[in-house]
Each structure stands twice: as structure tokens, then as C-alpha cells.
């Protein structure tokens, strides 16, 4: 199929641009996270936990609203299967016992006059964030682990280390933006991480398919490999576009309409598309060609027959 484009785009000519950009971008987020570090939910650092129940309809930014009025941080507010059972997540507060503060945030519930219940109350120390901390680091690595494997027995090993290197650069950029603006990093979040791991490793999949196509086309023999991935990259941009583009709209209007409750996972997914796609494409491909990848490294050569001795 032929490519919207008439003239092949010189990706390759720019290589070392990108990778340059992206480099700095990745140091960038890494410092952010050395000198600010990440903004973990109560998930991640222990606090209280509450389940309450409304008499009606339970009004989740209401809610909200009355307990940000107490300055105790920033709640986590989640229905419970019911438009009247409501779950709220709050931080660790010094000089004050999980009791004390599920007090007062009862209070300011019922201060709209509201009937509310405390249904539970409890503590969630924080060894049970770092598990979850560690658990989370084990997924991402498993992850890393399985997109290595998979590349490298699919296409080849410079492949698997280009898509790896531009993969882990992703993360940490959507965890340096969330460690530069203090963004909440819940478990969500996490979610989302893990989802752009797998987002970035299918646009690098499609490209990659490419270029090993292109190298078995009789008709680019002669032409460098640089050409070839050019030619590559520049087919796949109408698949590109579209996709992604019509992707990124329904993440973004989860961004700008699904609350606070989506915000985290939006903006996260919002992150990992737009350098999803600028690594897979600016990234990955140049370092394939650094790696020295080429048509001997596709096509394996045809041994010639042996002639029967008489």
C-alpha cells in the first residue's frame, strides 16, 4: 500500500537531533525526580481510610470540596458499587490519630446536612506502601524483560535494545513530569505507566515490521539503510496519525472531563502517547541504525545445496 506522502521523509538525516532532544529530556526528568522525587497517594505512604454511607445520592466533588475545607491534604473519593456508599482515602496527618481525623472529616460531611455513616475506619501503615512500591517496580521490570525477549526473537537484537532504550525513556519522562509539577502517583498512575510500556512497544513493533520488509523488497536493494528507514517510517505515518490521533482525543477528554478521579490516569496516558510516538519513531530507529542493524541482519542467507556425489 502506498504511502499518502510522495517523497519519503529524511527521519534518519535528523537522528541525532532527536536522540539529542530526547537525551536532555531524560536527564531532565531524572534530575526532577533526584532533587523533588515523586508525590506518592495514600496508596503508596499509608493514612486513613474511610467508608462512608449516604441516606441519597452521594455527590462525589461535593464531597470533595467539604474536605479540602479542613487543609488535611488531598483526598482520594471513589464510589462503592452504590450511588451512596462512598470510600475516602486521606493522608497521614502529624499529631493526629486515624480517629481524630475521620472525626472531623465526618463533621464536615454532615455540616451541608447530609445524613451520613461511618460504615469503617482504618489505618493503612506505611509498610503496606512499600510493598506496593516494590511490587510495582517488579511489573515494570518483568515488563522490560518481556518486551526484550519478545523483540529479540522476533526481529533481531538491536531491535530489542533500541525499543527497549526508548521505552524506559517514556517512563521516565511521564515520571519526571509528574515529579516536576508533584502530581499525585497512585496506583492508577502505575496503570497507566505499564499501558504506555505496551502503547510504545506496538507503534515500535509496526515500524520494525517495516523495515524488515523493506529490506526483503527486491526493489530497495541498493539503497542504504538509513533510506530504507526512512521509506519505512513514512509508510506507516498515515497509520500513525490516525491511530494515535484518534486515541490521544479520548484520553484527552478524560483528561478535561473525568474529574479528579481520572486525572492522574489521563494525564499520565496523555504524557506516554505524545513521547510514545516521538520515541518509537525519532528514537528507536536511530539507535537501531547506530547499532550498526542491516539487510544482512534480516535475510538470512540461502545456503547453497550440496550436489550429490555419483
Not at 496508596?43 to 470533595?64: D, L, S
Not at 456508599?85 to 446536612?113: F, H, Y
Not at 510514545?276 to 541482519?297: K, N
Request: proline residues 3%.
Amino acid at each position: 500500500m502506498k504511502h499518502f506522502l510522495k517523497h519519503d521523509i529524511r527521519f534518519m538525516s535528523y537522528g541525532k537531533v532527536t536522540t539529542l532532544i530526547s537525551l536532555l529530556t531524560f536527564l531532565a526528568a531524572v534530575f526532577f525526580l533526584y532533587a523533588k522525587g515523586l508525590n506518592y497517594s495514600v496508596e503508596f505512604t499509608g493514612g486513613t481510610v474511610m467508608e462512608v454511607q449516604y441516606q441519597q445520592a452521594a455527590q462525589p466533588e461535593k464531597i470533595r470540596t467539604q474536605i479540602d475545607g479542613l487543609h488535611i491534604g488531598d483526598p482520594v473519593v471513589q464510589m462503592l458499587g452504590t450511588s451512596r456508599d462512598v470510600l475516602i482515602r486521606l493522608p497521614n496527618i502529624k499529631d493526629r490519630t486515624s480517629a481524630q481525623v475521620s472525626n472531623e472529616v465526618l463533621t464536615a460531611l454532615k455540616s451541608g446536612g447530609d445524613q451520613v455513616e461511618m460504615r469503617k475506619v482504618e489505618f493503612v501503615g506505611p509498610q503496606v506502601g512499600e510493598e506496593l512500591v516494590t511490587h510495582g517496580l517488579t511489573a515494570l521490570t518483568i515488563v522490560c524483560l518481556g518486551i526484550i525477549a519478545y523483540l529479540a526473537v522476533r526481529f533481531e537484537w538491536r531491535f530489542a535494545v533500541a525499543a527497549v532504550i526508548a521505552n524506559m525513556h517514556d517512563v521516565v519522562i511521564i515520571l519526571g513530569c509528574f515529579a516536576l509539577f508533584q502530581w499525585e502517583f497512585s496506583l492508577t498512575v502505575l496503570a497507566a505507566v505499564l499501558a504506555v510500556l505496551g502503547y510504545s512497544v506496538n507503534e515500535s513493533v509496526v515500524v520494525f515490521d517495516r523495515i524488515r520488509e523493506n529490506f526483503r523488497k527486491p526493489g530497495m536493494r541498493g539503497k542504504s539503510t538509513a533510506a530504507i528507514i526512512d521509506n519505512a517510517i513514512t509508510a506507516t505515518m498515515s497509520r500513525t496519525i490516525i491511530t494515535h490521533g484518534s486515541t490521544e482525543m479520548m484520553v484527552l477528554s478524560m483528561l478535561f472531563f473525568g474529574g479528579p478521579a481520572l486525572h492522574g490516569f489521563a494525564m499520565a496516558l496523555t504524557i506516554g502517547i505524545v513521547f510514545g510516538i516521538y520515541s518509537s519513531v525519532l528514537v528507536a530507529s536511530p539507535i537501531a541504525l547506530a547499532l550498526g542493524v542491516s539487510r544482512e541482519h534480516m535475510i538470512k542467507p540461502v545456503k547453497p545445496k550440496e550436489e550429490a556425489v555419483v
